[in-house]
């Protein structure tokens, strides 16, 4: 019983450590009507609108490329790298407005019962990380002006951009069919997209 009762013990202690460790981000956020994603037949996809440092967008992004490999759940395009420098250099230099969101997803269903009174807690050690469905340009130009402050040493510039409010769109959803469809209809009428990225989504809604 006092062998049982020391491993309890442990557990429970190791439990606090982790969780005083990991790294959490609280949110503000307003939380919209669900998207009814009509290609997955999904129709209760959680929505939030809310604001995120340019740092914490920064460190906790992942952008789904497109890839020849087999299997690949990738769909975006690499990155026009003239575009990112050019605004990554405007970041640098004065303040500027994000007017846009950025769209984002998280891949795990289980965040939606981290939402509490308009704050939605994000912790990237458990929650996967911030897909990112719309605005890749802008996530990374913001990662190149920090890291071009942080290379010159110029702490006031690396806190300024850090502390940049970005606005996003935030849905929850493990399906990446999901995330797929947001970004064809985001990008189909904006601006020309691969036609690849139909194909995959009729793909894949075939075998749903």
């Known amino acids: 019983m006092i062998l049982v009762s020391k491993y309890s013990i442990l557990a429970v202690i190791q439990t606090w450590r982790t969780n005083i460790m990991m790294n959490k981000i609280n949110l503000n956020v307003m939380r919209g009507p669900d998207f009814k994603d009509t290609l997955s037949k999904k129709h209760d996809i959680p929505y939030f609108i809310g604001y995120i440092s340019a740092k914490d967008l920064v460190d906790n992004h992942k952008i789904p490329y497109s890839s020849i490999e087999k299997d690949s759940d990738g769909y975006q395009r690499q990155p026009g790298n003239a575009r990112i420098a050019?605004?990554?250099?405007?970041?640098?230099?004065?303040?500027?407005?994000?007017?846009?969101?950025?769209?984002l997803?998280?891949?795990?269903?289980d965040q939606i019962n981290f939402y509490k009174n308009g704050v939605l807690?994000?912790?990237?050690?458990?929650?996967?990380k911030l897909f990112v469905v719309d605005g890749q340009h802008r996530v990374l130009a913001l990662k190149i002006a920090l890291d071009m402050a942080d290379a010159d040493g110029n702490n006031e510039l690396y806190n300024r951009i850090s502390n940049i409010?970005?606005?996003?769109g935030l849905t929850i959803t493990e399906?990446?069919?999901?995330?797929?469809?947001?970004?064809?209809?985001?990008?189909?009428?904006?601006?020309?997209?691969?036609?690849?990225?139909?194909?995959?989504?009729?793909?894949?809604?075939?075998?749903?």
Do not use: G
């Open 175 to 208: 399906s990446v069919l999901n995330e797929m469809v947001l970004f064809y209809e985001v990008n189909n009428f904006a601006k020309s997209v691969s036609a690849n990225i139909r194909t995959q989504i009729e793909t894949m809604r075939a075998k749903l």
């Open 105 to 109: 997803n998280i891949r795990d269903e």
């Open 165 to 168: 409010q970005i606005p996003f």
């Open 86 to 103: 050019a605004f990554a250099k405007k970041i640098a230099t004065k303040p500027i407005d994000f007017p846009t969101l950025i769209l």
């Open 121 to 128: 807690t994000f912790m990237p050690d458990y929650n996967n």
